[in-house]
């Protein structure tokens, strides 16, 4: 009798976080398609509705978000934090993140990137969700006594433009190239109709993820910053670097 086969050991999710409806399309997108190819549950958690922008009404911008994540393959909500451009740093708003990262409990979580040349609500919310992190493995913390502490894995930060990616932390490159995970991603992007009236965000993106393709020497790639050195159990979990010499 052949011995029944093991299945594969089941992937914590992983929990995007954004500060406008479009941000983790255009930021890391991609990822987010392969992510959940290959069977990770992933979560979105909007922090605005994009009440402030230039284009598209926050009715309009919510629906574009689910019609998005649906294409991705996430779940997503969305939460109140201060609006759309007037997100502030405060420790309520860390506690109450910290809240759904206890909730959820993923290993792997995507913020945007704390570069400050950016909408300054990117870089506040990649902070408040990184101190988040560590709020939510503090058992004694009282307004979060109702739900068991939880340690992630990595924080990782995506940069929504290519001004957003920081100098000082070298990048992990994660190949994208699959063609069903670039249809996805497109269509994600493409979802956004109201923010590709006066720019093609989704020509931008692919474009960049086309010109790190070629550095890694794939046909696209995409990049995040980690927060913390990663660790590996063995070398064998290394992959392949960027240089093709």
């Not at 009282?142 to 894995?153: G, N, R, T, V």
Request: hydrophobic share 40%.
């Amino acid at each position: 009798m052949k011995p029944t086969p093991k299945s594969p050991p089941e992937l914590a999710p992983l929990l995007a976080f954004g500060a406008h409806p479009d941000d983790l399309e255009f930021g890391c997108g991609g990822i987010i398609a392969n992510e959940t190819r290959v069977g990770r549950k992933v979560h979105f958690v909007i922090c605005s509705k994009g009440e402030s922008g230039t284009n598209g009404t926050p009715k309009q911008r919510t629906a574009e978000a689910k019609q998005a994540a649906k294409l991705l393959g996430a779940t997503i909500e969305f939460i109140e934090l201060n609006g759309d451009a007037h997100l502030e740093i405060r420790a309520a708003h860390a506690i109450k993140l910290a809240g759904i990262l206890r909730r959820i409990r993923p290993g792997v979580v995507l913020v945007p990137s704390l570069v400050e040349n950016q909408h300054p609500d990117h870089w506040r919310l990649g902070k408040l969700v990184r101190d988040a992190a560590r709020l939510a493995r503090y058992g004694g913390l009282k307004e979060l006594h109702h739900s068991p502490a939880h340690a992630i894995d990595q924080l990782f930060y995506y940069a929504v433009t290519p001004e957003a990616e920081p100098r000082d932390i070298s990048p992990v490159l994660l190949d994208v190239s699959n063609p069903q995970v670039i249809a996805a991603w497109t269509a994600a992007m493409a979802a956004h109709k109201s923010q590709t009236q006066t720019r093609n965000y989704v020509e931008l993106q692919l474009t960049r993820a086309y010109l790190l393709g070629a550095r890694a020497g794939v046909g696209h790639a995409m990049a995040l910053f980690p927060n913390d050195p990663l660790v590996l159990d063995s070398l064998a979990q290394v992959g392949r670097g960027a240089r093709r010499f």
